[in-house]
């Protein structure tokens, strides 16, 4: 299956990868609530493919999702 990263902000492709299966674990899609999944993961079942929704870094940048932008409970978290 080929799995298809795009950024959901500004449509760039971010990657592409082609795997034998899906390993919800190894991708972290098991981290997803079932509304998230809907949202984020579109199949293709016809051409054996997989869209996913991400953030480029350009994006994660701009948006100020950087992890070096990140705050929690007072402690700064660098690289």
Same mark, same amino acid.
């Given at each position: 299956?080929k799995?298809?990263? +795009? @950024?959901?902000?500004? /449509?760039? &492709?971010?990657?592409?990868?082609?795997?034998?299966?899906?390993?919800?674990?190894? $991708?972290? $899609?098991? @981290?997803l609530? +079932?509304?998230?999944?809907?949202?984020?993961? /579109?199949? &293709?079942?016809? !051409? !054996?493919?997989?869209?996913? =929704? +991400?953030?480029? &870094? @350009?994006?994660?940048?701009?948006?100020?999702?950087?992890?070096? !932008?990140?705050?929690? =409970?007072?402690? /700064?978290?660098?690289h």
């Amino acid at each position: 299956m080929k799995i298809y990263y +795009s @950024c959901e902000y500004c /449509k760039a &492709d971010i990657d592409m990868l082609e795997v034998d299966e899906v390993d919800e674990v190894r $991708f972290g $899609f098991d @981290c997803l609530t +079932s509304e998230e999944r809907e949202d984020i993961i /579109k199949i &293709d079942e016809l !051409n !054996n493919a997989m869209y996913v =929704q +991400s953030l480029c &870094d @350009c994006c994660i940048e701009a948006l100020g999702l950087a992890e070096d !932008n990140l705050i929690f =409970q007072g402690i /700064k978290y660098p690289h």
